[in-house]
């Protein structure tokens, strides 16, 4: 039989406040463990909670960003479980009434890349307080409360994903348009993003859903798919061999490439929740909102249409220069001061992200290379003022050092020779001076010109028009 696969995420996402949900700790994932920590978000008897006006921003800043409806009046509950990782026995979340309600994220048909878009709906998005860490050690395992209290938004999705590779894509543009926004640095090594990530199976042609497996904590994309190819694969087993698929969370062993069976799911009622007695309700004015929308980043999608639109790039260039928001705004600021877009696009795409990767930065840490002084260098190179060898050496220049490219070029003098009879009479002695390869080049070595072009590029100190080098040798070599 065939099955129709539906999965849904529940994408928690840390906040970037400096400071914890419900008390003024200082967040740190740098800090020595149990260091930043007070009675509140160590659970304390008598410790009383204070919300977090920013995460409160930064969560409906999302729901924007993913076109939720915001809620005007939210609250707090409390959700009541007995683990270690959360020290006073009880989680505050939202339950009843979430910050954001409804919205979506557009991905790709299947995950395929140019394939028709389709809409997956998110069910809404609420706000807590993330639990404590748990370290485990050879010996012993312990518990670090630095992390417990981190302002955490939960973006419930509906069942709507078909495959691995279509959930895949949704991370990856969920990621995308919230590290845009600016609230999250959604760094998964760090445990910033994570999901619990539900599955289940249902005869091809019936429309209710099958019986759902939650994957618990899954915090790595690679991992995410892994997990879904083995649990797709093992449900297809079990039905297939006449058996019933149990309703439980499990975990990812990513050594052993399989899940493994952690606990009966819970459903809501056995978490017991009900209203936040220490918290009053969140009222959000509809001018506040309005307020918040107006100062919206453009979403990624629309970006990399427009830098197509507006700058005539072809759509693999707009998709690489749009996938970070830093690296965008330094596009277009280059632009902006004058450069042309595609030539721009290039060098950027090129030469500057190679000396990025190289030195292990972001464009975001560039400050020796600004967009006026990229555009300064590349103005020099539309105009023929420097060649291209020459303009690569003083971009190398310029991200060690910074300065004026113009300035640089004119106090050593590095200007391009360009005068065809110069250009002729260091032609005319790179021939005289190599005569094997001149003589092989007229015996059809078509490769010998390129060494004569470097000769006559070498005599010049690298000033010379490649160009009018090439032409004035075709010339000589041809009389």
């Avoid at 008897?45 to 999302?62: H, I, Q, W, Y």
């Avoid at 915001?70 to 409390?78: G, K, L, M």
């Avoid at 990399?304 to 507006?310: E, G, M, T, W």
């Avoid at 990229?374 to 060690?400: I, Q, R």
Wanted: a negative charge; one cysteine or more; glycine letters at 8%.
């Amino acid at each position: 039989m065939k099955y129709t696969v539906s999965i849904g995420l529940e994408t928690h996402v840390q906040l970037k406040t400096r400071t914890k949900m419900f008390c003024g700790c200082t967040l740190s994932t740098e800090s020595e463990p149990n260091t930043n920590v007070c009675p509140v978000c160590l659970g304390l008897p008598g410790a009383l909670p204070r919300m977090n006006r920013e995460a409160v921003r930064l969560t409906a800043v999302s729901g924007l960003m993913l076109g939720c409806e915001i809620a005007e009046h939210a609250e707090f509950d409390r959700k009541n479980y007995f683990y270690p990782d959360m020290s006073k026995n009880y989680q505050i979340s939202q339950n009843a009434h979430p910050l954001c309600i409804g919205g979506g994220v557009d991905v790709p048909a299947g995950g395929v890349a140019g394939a028709p878009l389709r809409r997956i709906r998110i069910n809404h998005i609420h706000l807590e307080e993330d639990a404590a860490k748990i370290n485990h050690y050879a010996r012993h395992s312990g518990v670090d409360y630095n992390r417990c209290g981190t302002p955490l938004m939960e973006i419930v999705g509906e069942p709507d994903l078909t495959s691995p590779d279509e959930t895949m894509a949704y991370l990856q543009a969920l990621r995308q348009i919230l590290v845009y926004a600016g609230v999250s640095d959604c760094n998964l090594e760090d445990g910033n993003m994570r999901s619990d990530v539900n599955v289940s199976l249902r005869p091809e042609g019936t429309d209710k859903l099958g019986t759902k497996v939650e994957i618990k904590n899954m915090n790595t994309f690679k991992g995410i798919h892994a997990a879904l190819e083995f649990e797709i694969a093992r449900q297809t087993a079990i039905l297939d061999g006449g058996g019933k698929v149990v309703q439980e969370t499990r975990r990812w062993d990513a050594e052993l490439g399989e899940t493994f069976s952690m606990r009966t799911k819970e459903n809501a009622h056995d978490y017991r929740y009900f209203p936040e007695p220490d918290l009053l309700p969140v009222e959000i004015p509809r001018a506040l909102v309005e307020e918040w929308r107006a100062a919206l980043p453009e979403l990624p999608e629309r970006k990399k249409a427009r830098f197509q639109s507006d700058f005539g790039l072809p759509e693999y260039d707009a998709g690489v220069l749009s996938a970070e928001r830093p690296l965008a705004d330094f596009f277009e600021k280059t632009v902006a001061a004058g450069a042309p877009a595609k030539l721009a696009a290039n060098w950027i795409m090129g030469d500057l992200l190679r000396l990025l990767g190289a030195a292990g930065r972001g464009i975001a840490s560039l400050s020796t290379v600004t967009p006026q002084s990229l555009a300064s260098l590349l103005s020099l190179v539309e105009k023929k003022t420097v060649n291209g060898p020459t303009a690569k050496e003083l971009l190398e220049e310029l991200f060690e050092k910074g300065g004026d490219p113009a300035a640089i070029v004119k106090e050593r003098g590095l200007a391009q020779v360009s005068d065809a009879g110069a250009v002729e009479a260091l032609a005319r002695q790179a021939v005289e001076a190599n005569p094997k390869p001149a003589a092989e080049f007229r015996a059809g070595k078509k490769a010998s010109l390129q060494f004569l072009v470097g000769q006559v590029m070498k005599l010049s100190r690298g000033k010379a028009n490649p160009k009018l080098a090439a032409e004035a040798l075709l010339k000589i070599l041809s009389e």
